[in-house]
């Protein structure tokens, strides 16, 4: 038997077949298990202890305790540091000098409201777990493969999430269900687009790509729904200072990007302040980056027919986790969305050269990104985000000749 070249082993990807797929995957997915009941164990306590206080250490907390004042008719508390710390504090019997800050739109208050009265493990437990059946959902309909439910649980973004107690599972959810019903039912996409203004900063590119791409149904219709989820927080509490409130909280976001110390440095912004660039530097690297951003979704949008629409929907979505200098490790599940078209892709068009190898690289790669946090100038997310942007890129030109 003639062996076939390295190269060209790595161009086809003809070694990673779905043998090696559930070879890999199995495993880590009875260790993501395993690794989580550890976590939610703890050490030298009793079980029950163990799980409050792995629960309580989560971003959670700031929405279960939100939600708290929210529903004892005090929502604007919320947003307010020196009044929800105490209830974080009640909750938790802990006693933490600073609190977790609350800063989501009132829309998502509400449904913060709603939710506790489940008990916290409870009310943990029921929005991470329909949160990512829903995401688990979208990708399904983006390509009807087993390998995409799998591939989303031994995804280690999955598990961050869950650690962090965030909200990635919903976000991809709608944004998902944005970019399947752009094709299907584009007053459904808009709806889907209204919710996601609960995570605005991931909704910027979004309007652009609708505008260029001529998709005025949905445009209209996410305006529309945007439009009553602000009347339905009015009527809600019968006030508008609950947005002036949200607003002024905004300034917590702020502190942490401009600290010197950034955690989780994924966007532009954040990896010019890890390391030790000026603020002004930094946001003006970050800038030029938006502008190509923006250039390319221009470029992607306006097209008409000929760049398949699963390039047009994995571009979108990594330039809207590019564009926006807050990016932490949980958002990086939003990655399964541009995978998941990309393997629709390849079932319409073939696999391209090295798509195999990249597609497999970044779901392996990403288990490194918290070890390798701190030992690196760049983070493992980071180059995962540039890699498989320049490949989109080279895809959509690789469509256009393919189209023709």
């Not at 943990?124 to 995409?148: E, G, M, N, P, R």
């Not at 050269?353 to 690289?361: D, R, S, V």
Request: glycine residues 6%; hydrophobic residues 55%; proline residues 4%.
């Amino acid at each position: 038997m003639i062996k076939m070249p390295t190269w060209a082993c790595l161009k086809s990807g003809s070694f990673l077949s779905k043998k090696v797929f559930y070879f890999a995957a199995i495993p880590l997915m009875i260790m993501f298990i395993i690794s989580f009941s550890m976590f939610l164990r703890g050490d030298n306590q009793s079980h029950e202890e163990s799980i409050k206080q792995q629960l309580y250490g989560t971003d959670f907390l700031a929405f279960y305790s939100a939600g708290m004042l929210s529903k004892e008719g005090t929502p604007n508390e919320a947003y307010d540091k020196t009044e929800i710390l105490p209830v974080q504090n009640a909750l938790t019997q802990f006693d933490r000098v600073e609190p977790l800050p609350f800063v989501h739109p009132p829309i998502f208050l509400i449904l913060m409201q709603f939710i506790v009265d489940f008990s916290y493990a409870q009310a943990w437990f029921l929005f991470q777990s329909i949160t990512l059946l829903a995401s688990l959902y979208v990708l399904y309909c983006i390509h009807s493969d087993q390998k995409i439910v799998l591939a989303t649980f031994t995804f280690f973004p999955t598990f961050a999430n869950l650690a962090i107690g965030q909200t990635a599972f919903l976000t991809t959810a709608l944004m998902g269900g944005v970019l399947i019903n752009i094709q299907k039912n584009k007053y459904l996409a808009g709806f889907f687009l209204g919710l996601l203004t609960y995570k605005p900063q991931f909704g910027i590119l979004i309007p652009l790509a609708l505008i260029v791409g001529k998709e005025w149904k949905v445009f209209a219709s996410a305006s529309l729904t945007a439009l009553l989820l602000i009347l339905m927080v009015h009527f809600h509490y019968g006030s508008s200072s609950i947005w002036i409130s949200f607003f002024n909280a905004l300034e917590a976001q702020t502190q942490i990007l401009h600290r010197d110390n950034a955690m989780f440095p994924l966007s532009a912004f954040l990896t010019m302040r890890g390391w030790g660039f000026s603020i002004g530097t930094a946001y003006t690297v970050h800038t030029m980056l938006q502008v190509l951003l923006v250039c390319f979704i221009l470029y992607l949008w306006r097209d008409k027919g000929t760049i398949a629409y699963p390039i047009k929907a994995a571009g979108l979505v990594l330039a809207a986790m590019l564009f926006t200098p807050y990016l932490l490790a949980y958002d990086l599940f939003l990655l399964m969305i541009p995978l998941a078209y990309l393997a629709k892709f390849a079932a319409d068009y073939g696999w391209q050269p090295y798509q195999k190898i990249l597609m497999a690289g970044i779901w392996g790669a990403l288990l490194f990104e918290a070890p390798m946090r701190d030992s690196t100038v760049l983070t493992v997310g980071s180059a995962v985000l540039v890699a498989l942007m320049m490949y989109v890129a080279y895809l959509a030109r690789q469509s256009v000749l393919i189209a023709k």
